[in-house]
């Protein structure tokens, strides 16, 4: 299985949709993205990747096999997190548990420290994620605490995780 990331292609748009449409995936993201994920609002997304600000934004398809299976992206945060940027990612539900996303996240952070100024690199997955807290840490991020009713998600008060991955300055 050949795991790497990608630049987005409009071509990816019907597995980006069939990845994203589903409640499984959409519970642990924040609110906002609808469903159904229409083949229409993957190629708004493709699109929002190709034309954003390539040292702001780092959005990359996951690809296995030349398959886009899953999205990964950091986000250069504002002010004074200008070196900051935060991270997330999902994967369609029947590649789960391969091992693709510790890898994405590894290849991501590898890239962006390689590649940019950024400094710190965060991810806030709900407390109850152990899926995606497992990945954060085997990619080697540190947990820097919880923090408590920090998100009110499907009408319930939940607790977040916040990692760090982060460059040494001195
Ligand atoms: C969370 C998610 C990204 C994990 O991706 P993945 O490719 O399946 O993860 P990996 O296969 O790289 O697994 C890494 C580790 O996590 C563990 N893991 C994965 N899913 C798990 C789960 N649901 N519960 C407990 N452990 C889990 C694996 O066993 C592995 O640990 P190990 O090597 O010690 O056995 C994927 O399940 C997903 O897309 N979930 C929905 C969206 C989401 O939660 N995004 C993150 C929002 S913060």
Known sequence: ???????????????LAAALSNQ?????????????YTEKDAEK?????????????????????????????????????CRTAELGYYLA????GKGIMTSAVKQLCEKLFAETDLIRIFAEPFSYNAGSRRVLEKAGFQLEGIMKN?????????????????????
């Open 150 to 170: 920090n998100a009110f998600k499907n009408g319930k008060v939940l607790d977040m995780a916040l990692y760090a991955y982060t460059r040494d300055t001195l």
């Open 1 to 15: 299985m050949q795991i790497t990331i990608r630049k987005w292609k409009q071509t990816d748009a019907a597995d």
């Open 24 to 36: 499984n995936i959409l519970n642990n993201l924040r609110d906002g993205l609808p469903y159904p």
């Open 93 to 96: 539900e029947e590649y789960w």
């Open 45 to 81: 997304y493709i699109s929002f990747t190709l034309n954003s600000d390539p040292n702001d934004t780092f959005a990359f398809a996951i690809d296995v096999d030349g398959k886009a299976v899953g999205s990964i992206g950091a986000f250069r945060q504002g002010n004074i997190h």
